[in-house]
């Protein structure tokens, strides 16, 4: 199976993970499963795993919170003066995942957990409510300085001349 970033043919075998052979492209690095499972074997994960964090229409969720994360980004510490609101453990130390700080006249963020794409794909699927453009959305407007109601239309719209690369 060739690289959906760069198109390589060449891949080597990176790690096993929950009974799943990763490999990892050899020209650019990219990561994924292969072979990939088959949809219903994922569909029957997401909903063992996840399903229950996220709200159906019309419905509350029945787990509160939002599912763990699977790792972060390494970093060796939140910067000096910065908040950190959440962490991820990581080898018994706690990697910031979500830290804020002023920054002159505006506002930084930095948010480096690797899963948000669960939080959006898998609830999409099962045609379940997403918390992914509510967390983003809110990042990007408490960065910008946002105060103001929020219109829920789409501001930017694209489309791509393939399903995926």
Do not use: H
Request: hydrophobic share 35%; aromatic share 10%.
């Amino acid at each position: 199976m060739p690289c959906i970033l760069c198109g390589n043919s060449r891949t080597e075998r990176w790690m096993e993970k929950a009974g799943y052979t990763i490999v990892r492209c050899a020209a650019c690095g990219l990561g994924w499963v292969d072979p990939p499972p088959a949809p219903d074997v994922l569909a029957q994960e997401y909903q063992s795993f996840y399903a229950g964090f996220f709200p159906t229409k019309g419905a509350e969720p029945k787990q509160a919170g939002l599912p763990e994360l699977d790792g972060c980004t390494r970093v060796r510490a939140a910067r000096p003066g910065a908040s950190v609101l959440a962490t991820c453990s990581v080898d018994g130390t706690d990697m910031p995942v979500l830290a804020i700080q002023p920054v002159e006249k505006g506002r930084s963020a930095v948010f480096t957990g690797d899963t948000t794409r669960k939080w959006q794909q898998g609830p999409r699927a099962l045609d379940q409510e997403t918390p992914f453009l509510r967390f983003w959305g809110q990042m990007v407007r408490w960065a910008a300085g946002r105060t103001g109601p929020v219109e829920a239309a789409a501001g930017i719209t694209a489309s791509t001349d393939k399903g995926y690369y």
